[in-house]
C-alpha cells in the first residue's frame, strides 16, 4: 500500500477543516510548542518506513509513555499487578479524585493518572535504579539508544504537578503506595517527560503489533497472552474517557498523551504515530484522531 501517497491525500482533506484544539498550557513547557506542527509515521512489523510532514522532530509522548511503564511492571509483576489497579475505561477525567475515593484508592485501569502512579511505585519497588533501568527498557524495545527523558519537562511537571500529588497521596492512605511518594513522582514525571519522533515512537510500540516480539532484535517482550491483553487495555483505556469515541471512530488499540502524539497499533500489520500538538476539549489531539479515522477508512485497516 502506497501510504505515503495516502498520508498526503488525508492531509489536504484536514487542511480544509478548522483546528479548534488548543495546546496543553497546564504544563509550561507544553505550551511553548508550535502548534501548527504535524506528523506521521508508519512502521510495518517487516521493517517497511512511511513518513510525512514533521515526523521527524522530537516531542513529549506524556502518556503514551505508561504504555510502556506497563508493560515492564507486567513482566516484573504477572498476574499480581491486577490486585492494586484495574482494566475497566475509567469514564472520568484522567486526573480524577472523585472516582479514586469511591474505589478505595484502586484506580480504575493503569493508562489514567493514579494507574500509571501505582505501576511507577510497583517499578520502583522492583527495580535497583529505576529511572536508569526504564530508560534502558524503553531502548532496548525500540532499539534506539538515544531515546532520554527531558529535564525542562520534569521541572515543568514537578512545579504544576498538584493534582497528581493529591492522587498519590490519597491512594497512599489506603496502602496502595509502598513507596516515598516523593520518589515515586519522581518517577512517574521523568516517565512521561520522553522526548521521542514519530518515527522514533512507531517503531517503539511495534513489539505490540508483533504479538510481543521486537521485530528488530527478535527478542520476547512479553508473551502473546501479555502482549493481546496489552493492546485490549489500549483499546479500552488509551483515550481517558473519550475511548469509546476512538475505537468507534478509528477501530485500533492506542495511546494518546497531552503532548499532542498518538499511536497506534494494527497487529500483524504495524504501528502507526501522529503528532499534532492542538488537544481537544478531552485531552486528545484533535487532528490526531480526525487523521486516524480518515486513515483506518481510507485504508479498510480498523482491527473490525
Known amino acids: 500500500m502506497d501510504y505515503n501517497n495516502i498520508f498526503s491525500k488525508l492531509y489536504r482533506e484536514l487542511e480544509s477543516i478548522a483546528d479548534s484544539g488548543k495546546v496543553a498550557n497546564y504544563i509550561p513547557e507544553l505550551s511553548k510548542v508550535d502548534s501548527n506542527k ?3 509515521h508508519l512502521t510495518t512489523v517487516d521493517n517497511q518506513n512511511f513518513s510525512f510532514g514533521d515526523a521527524s522532530e522530537k516531542f513529549s509522548i506524556q502518556s503514551i509513555a505508561k504504555v510502556l511503564a506497563l508493560t515492564l511492571a507486567y513482566k ?67 532499539g534506539i539508544s ?26 497512599k492512605s489506603y496502602g496502595n503506595i509502598k513507596n516515598d511518594i516523593e520518589e515515586v513522582m519522581d518517577f512517574y ?17 511495534l513489539f505490540l503489533a508483533d504479538y510481543g516480539i521486537s521485530p528488530f532484535s ?4 512479553l508473551s502473546k497472552s501479555k502482549s493481546k491483553r496489552i493492546n485490549a487495555i489500549m483499546q479500552l483505556c488509551g483515550f481517558y474517557d473519550e475511548a469509546g469515541e476512538f475505537s468507534f471512530k478509528v477501530g485500533l488499540p492506542g495511546k494518546s498523551g497531552v503532548g499532542g502524539g498518538i499511536v497506534a497499533i494494527y497487529p500483524n500489520k504495524y504501528s502507526i504515530a501522529v503528532w499534532s500538538p492542538k488537544l481537544n476539549e478531552r485531552g486528545n489531539s484533535n487532528m490526531g484522531i480526525k487523521f486516524l479515522e480518515l486513515f483506518t477508512t481510507e485504508t479498510q485497516t480498523s482491527i473490525f
Not at 189 to 203: A, G, Y
Request: proline share 4%; aromatic share 8%; with cysteine.
Open 146 to 171: 538515544t531515546i532520554n527523558y527531558c529535564p525542562r519537562i520534569v521541572a515543568s511537571e514537578k512545579a504544576t504537578g498538584y493534582r497528581n500529588t493529591a492522587l498519590v497521596n490519597l491512594m
Open 189 to 205: 514525571f521523568n516517565l512521561c517527560s520522553i522526548e521521542m519522533t514519530c518515527q522514533e515512537l512507531s517503531k517503539t510500540f
Open 76 to 142: 516484573l509483576e504477572d498476574e499480581k499487578l491486577w490486585k492494586r489497579v484495574g482494566v475497566e475505561p475509567s469514564g472520568t477525567a484522567f486526573n480524577s479524585l472523585f472516582q479514586l475515593e469511591t474505589d478505595l484508592g484502586i484506580p480504575r485501569n493503569p493508562l489514567i493518572n493514579a494507574g500509571a502512579l501505582v505501576v511507577s511505585d510497583i517499578l520502583i519497588s522492583h527495580l535497583k535504579n529505576p529511572k536508569v533501568e526504564f530508560l534502558e527498557f524503553v531502548r532496548n524495545i525500540s
Open 218 to 221: 527478535k527478542e520476547k517482550i
Open 38 to 40: 504535524f506528523g506521521v
